[in-house]
């Protein structure tokens, strides 16, 4: 058996950071190396995360560049928006390779990152080479790519959902409207009053209403997907539940002809190299609860003929494809694995 | 003081019906004078709702017409749909006030009723006379009404949602979409697999996609407001909380130059006098947990300017505004009381 | 009618605060005249919680004594543990009746308190004349009292379990153990990982077992009940819902032979005059949602005469019974009026 | 390598049976040859469960005797009380191992297992030869064990809890109180009205109090291990979770001198071999999250020398190491394999 592939994540100690934990000791081809985290150096991981301490003896360590370059060979940057601009750099020139789950490397345009994100970006040339990480659009590209940027939750359900309908010209691209649906875990691990149990349970609400930092990212993937400027609607809601996300996608038809079996087929098309996604049977819609703890990406759609529209329904664990598990995608391409290798496909229910 | 109103409830033993006896037991001009429950008949009410025990001492009875007229003034059948209509011709016979919960008298047209209910209508006359229960909309009609089909949760939640722009011609008729996320008691307490706590916890997805009967009723009357056919795109979606329900409605606008805060300010005023509306604030968005145990709806809305819609969110309990309350607000209109009369306007937080 | 009483609420912003607004809104005697909010001084009221905007507009303002004493006749310190002693020497002498929800004035002994929750009490003469705030074991003594230390939820629902076994010496002292269950919001709206949505729902976990600092009150209290030195085992365990408590008490009988039915009568005879709690029948336990949004404590148990044991179930709202309620509670009885006056007696369901 | 091993599951449509069919597919040894749902029959498992629809295409068939015996060599029964003693005999002929989820083979005498379940049992040698099924007690006797009787959630996660204080002899026998806290899934996929979200979300209750029928086969193992009899308090609560489960246990010690560190070196020392238990650190208590997904329990525990009590915690998944899990862990036994063989062992968290 060839030698295992040394891999770090800094940012360990938040919700994505134990998520990576989680898969990476169950991924039969890798070794966790390293983990960062500044807040909590020095501290055993398994006193952060006390289920874990019987798998996981590794202690977190300060985040300090040169470490990582001598310890790991592959790098997972879990950390929050803005800190991974100021690693990357250094962690590709020590030869890693990189995988940033935050917003850093999203964006082909980075006045547009800034005027969303702030910051002050100074590595137009390593974002140039940074390939979204969306496995399912972007995956020969990913193959080879030294600098992932992987996508969120929120853009991952909702391009699923909108793709074969964008590449294919099914839809009127400005009737794009996303009606997205996240558990709780979305926030993070960060103190913040909406978090709290109390609040956010036996509760529904919409936040940052038409203008979520979302909407320019996703418009940027439609707009290349579609040959053609692309604007959405986009309005996420806190859903009572931990994990998991439920994207429900409306868009007008350009051919009013077309009925749910068409388009299924067509959907079944587009993703039939696609491990990660499974479009569901006529008249099934996807429960989040499927996906959770697994990263697949349930899809099922249904054509209303009296208003001419699409709806699909998109669902995953927010964490998982939605995060960790889409960013350990890209990895195994990277390396020439199959893409689900040492990823849950199914879930446990109820 | 004057005499009391007696009052009777038929389907006492279900969700609904313990509403009405929570709420009626806290209005101060009324008294429960029957409660009709043929699968309970012989049980005190106390056994089925302990906690309600030592408030009420009724024994529920079955549901015999000549008892009904006998006993009550004023009755509200909180039944499933198909039984009201085999029991209001009587009951109106007899000189009683009839707030049906179910959706028997909420059509003008019986053809739309049994095309999406079934059933075998011969009450044309009585259904003629029935006044839809939305107070908001149809005060003045309530106040003389003998027979109100007083609408449920979805319709109520969208429809003070639409009606301001639908009223004032605002939007493009044909662009309504209505994205609705109730909890699980709309189900009512009828054993399904779906309304398991362990199916539908931590957990959400659309059901009847496409084909939802509230379909008809939400446009039958935003018709009547809009003075012209006008269709809705309607999805429902299952969360996972016990009580509440927000709808988050989608349309075009027909003037893009409109801004949140004309668009609030003409909500303000169309909600004026509608005691149980709360118009929010600019940028502030209604969470369902606000209305849970009141009978107040919450709007909040946005303009987005880039994409010509407007975005509404409309909040409320969907067993108190969305059921049982609106039915006791418009049997307070018939009877010349203020319309919040014996209803809790706040809730408790968290 | 009589001129309303002016009372003043210090801590208003948290979720202590924010019952007691509600609470005192639909009170028929009294008015809100101060609410303080060091924190938030300045900030309208309906900015914190705008689902009660359209109901009080009173701004929240910096705690000042001069300004409380002006403006309240009574005043509820709904601060942390260690404000209410700085603040109540004060109060009184401007001639206030205080009501404080925290421990500081629950302790006979200053040293105990001290020694649990650490602070430095030169307060002693003003701590001797304070009233242990638990209506149905010492109402008597609250009707006169200037200064009441108000019992929070654990003690509440684990003295109203435990007062008649003691009273009446029907156990072994040494023998009581009490396994207490409570929703998040016991921990208050203060920002701690643990109380996060993600890491409190869909799970349960024990905390500070052997050595909550509730125990000392509770000793206290049953060893002036049983008149000898009682110990309790007690163990608090966090539950997945926002509100609620459930005590469930197991205690050794003396006399072997008593049955439920015995006990019951037992309980309620000890509980006649105690409008604010409920005694349930023969083989019913009380669920904590029959309790929420009320001052109700709802008590049930059995005798297992295979084991000798007596096992209590008492549930209430933990920010209700067990916090806001019962301070107003007692408030009614120091002003002579019905002790549920303004209280809520029943809930919704589900 | 070898063949896989040809595995059946009968009652597959329910929780236990979602569960088995879930664990099975990622086992590296084994292959589904069969799925019994007499009421299902016909239809295919990926309809019940359409989130598995992609993993399996195996239809449910009726439920004959030879049909199993000639497709299996394994058989797991799913089934509710009083099924698997009509088919374990006729299995066990045909030459099959079977694994009784249900209570049918739990009990050494059968007329204990009539008072509490009825039935009309005339199975008692095939009865005498059943073992119980929990590995970390009498791993030995499953290895060569036909028939196994596989305790639920309740008893393993009490007898976990207590096994090394009654083999030990450290505490009194008649002191054992165990109060214990279940999802709602416990339940199964019955319908009931309790097991309603509406019903049981925001709530916590507890039922069957002194009457549970573990209780007869808790003090039947518990009795073996003490080798004297032994009397336990059982009082199960119902949470708003839909999986996992925690026991509190509490005891009296006979050696008051005993701290917690000697307690969890006792503990670890028990459980070396268990490499499904994992014993926590000193001051560390479970949180059943922890658990959830994978088949292990875990164990905090604390002596409070103050009462001269032990107070020990042990969480787990009521659906993996409390049923099906541990099914397969007593297959693996049987097998020769390592016993956590396929089973998972860390889960997802938050």
Known sequence: MAEKLRVGIVGASGYGGVQLVRLLLDHPRV??????ANQNAGVPFGELYPQLAHRID????????????????VVFLATPNGIAYTLAPGLLAGGLRVFDLSADYRFVNLETYQ????????????????????????RERIRTARLVGCPGCYPTASLL????????????????????????SGAGRTLKTGSLFAEADSSVAAY?????????????ICSDLAGMRVQVQFTPHLIPMARGMLVTLYAQLRDPGLVSEDMLTIYEAFYRQASAVRVLGSGIYPQTKWASGTNTCFIGLEVDQRTERVIV???????????????????NLTQGWEEMLGLPAVGFYP
């Open 313 to 331: 329904l998109s669902a995953l664990d927010n964490l998982v494809k939605g995060q960790s598990g889409q960013a350990i995608q890209a990895m």
């Open 208 to 220: 940052s209403v038409a203008r979520h930092r979302h909407i320019p990212e996703i418009e940027q």
């Open 161 to 184: 959902a909108a793709a074969p309908l964008l590449k294919q010209g099914l839809i009127d691209p400005r009737s794009l409207i996303i009606d997205a649906k996240s558990g709780v």
């Open 115 to 138: 005027s969303w994100y702030g910051g002050d970006r100074h590595d137009a040339a390593v974002a140039r080479e940074a390939v979204y990480g969306l496995p399912e659009l972007y």
């Open 31 to 36: 070794e966790i190396a390293y983990l960062g």
């Open 58 to 73: 590794r202690v977190c360590e300060a985040v300090e560049l040169d470490r990582i370059v001598e310890a790991c060979s």
